[in-house]
């Protein structure tokens, strides 16, 4: 009994030294990462740091830990996403087994990345789809305020039935899409929510058009998503195929946007913002000159899309300076009225549902009065 008492002693001082030592040293960590000398090196460290905070700390601490290094560090912004995933993985498992967790408006950081792992990780688990959809709910409401975290969540679901598949059975787009179609309509609330889980599986899809494991006909590489006979696909498909027709233009605007001419309008002008947000997402500085002048010379009804879905992208690269890189884009003299109103529109909409309500209200109170008005609408 004595020897079985000290022994629970030394299991309970030990994991006491470790929890004490880990809570004072993430800011250490953090440093240590950003010793390392090449890229790699770094994405390595930050990813070992994650899940120690994960092991020892829990998923808020993590949250925290994910937001410092997001201001801390603008190489760890840029690739938040897939450090924030692996928050969402570790989140399942304490939510499996009903454990409690607690999400705020950081578990919406990084592009909502939280949602992908957390539904990619449910649904290889084998997990029943419809709980899917009412954590998703869930999570929104637990949230609270002004999000997309429930559109966010079902585009994880639809990511995570579509990425759980054996690529040596792949032979053509149907055999990817087609059964995680048919459980997004079965989940989805309603068309806006089925859209949501839809665009989570064509982005797979563009995914594995670009990573060569199906078949790309370049002279159409739309053809797939001409097809679809649901607007609820259809609009999805052909904007998640941003990044591929990006891919195959050689990262040039106007060559990818050519593609985008025959399309009906309803889904030319969705697909533009699409592909416009893709060019703002990878803009590196706070000069606009090429990026408007490109957006001028597309057909005349995709120039404004291109617009908004150009700010679109400088907000959702999620570098600790989105909101400064919009507005200086909002606000370059280069702009006609029109054009400017559009950016705004679209920057505020957004920041509205990725910045903290007190960081938006100072972007709002900042600005020039005209478009203050835009800040309550």
């Known amino acids: 009994m004595y020897r079985k008492l000290i022994f629970l002693i030394l299991v309970i001082g030990v994991f006491l030294i470790a929890y004490f030592f880990y ?26 740091l994650v899940e120690n905070t994960l092991k020892v700390k829990g998923i808020e601490s993590a949250f925290d830990l994910v937001d410092y290094l997001y201001k801390s560090d603008l190489e760890f912004a840029s690739d938040c996403h897939a450090y924030i995933h692996i928050v969402g993985d570790r989140a399942y498992h304490f939510y499996s087994q009903d454990k409690q967790i ?25 997990e029943d ?3 899917a959809g009412q954590f998703c709910k869930w999570a929104a409401k637990l949230v609270g305020g002004k999000n997309d975290v429930e559109g966010a969540c079902f585009h994880g679901i639809g990511h995570g039935l579509s990425d759980n598949h054996d690529k ?16 997004c309509e079965a989940v989805g609330p309603d068309e806006y929510m089925v859209n949501r889980c839809a665009s989570g599986v064509f982005n797979v899809l563009a ?18 998503c001409k097809r679809q006979t649901k607007s609820y696909f259809k609009k999805p498909c052909f904007e998640e195929m941003n990044t591929m027709l990006i891919s195959i233009s050689n990262k040039d605007l106007l060559t990818a946007a050519e ?38 010379k597309v057909q ?13 992208g400088l907000i959702e690269a999620e570098t600790s300076e989105q909101e400064v890189k919009a507005l200086s884009f909002c606000e370059s003299s280069t702009l006609s009225d029109e ?9 505020l909409r957004l920041l509205s549902l990725y910045l903290p309500q007190d960081r938006y209200q100072s972007v709002c109170r900042n600005l020039n009065e005209r478009y203050q008005i835009l800040c309550s609408t």
């Open 23 to 48: 809570k004072d040293k993430n800011t250490d960590w953090s440093r240590s990462c950003e010793s390392s000398l090449d890229s790699v090196s770094k994405k390595q460290c930050w990813e070992e």
């Open 102 to 126: 607690k999400l705020s408006s950081k578990s919406s950081s990084c592009g909502y990345g939280f949602y992908h792992g957390f539904m990619e990780t449910l649904l290889i688990a084998g």
């Open 129 to 131: 789809i419809k709980g």
């Open 168 to 183: 040596i059975y792949w032979s053509n787009e149907n055999e990817l899409v087609d059964n995680p179609l048919l459980v």
């Open 207 to 224: 995914i594995n058009y670009i990573a060569g494991f199906l078949p790309l006909r370049e002279e159409d590489p739309l053809g797939f």
């Open 259 to 296: 593609f985008l001419e025959e399309i009906e309008d309803e889904y030319a002008i969705s697909a533009m913002r699409s592909l416009a947000g893709v060019v703002g997402m990878s803009h590196k500085d706070l000069t606009f000159s090429k990026q408007i002048d490109d957006c001028r």
């Open 300 to 312: 005349d009804r995709l120039h404004l899309p291109c617009i908004r879905g150009f700010v679109s």
């Open 339 to 347: 054009e400017s109103g559009n950016c705004y529109q679209e920057a």
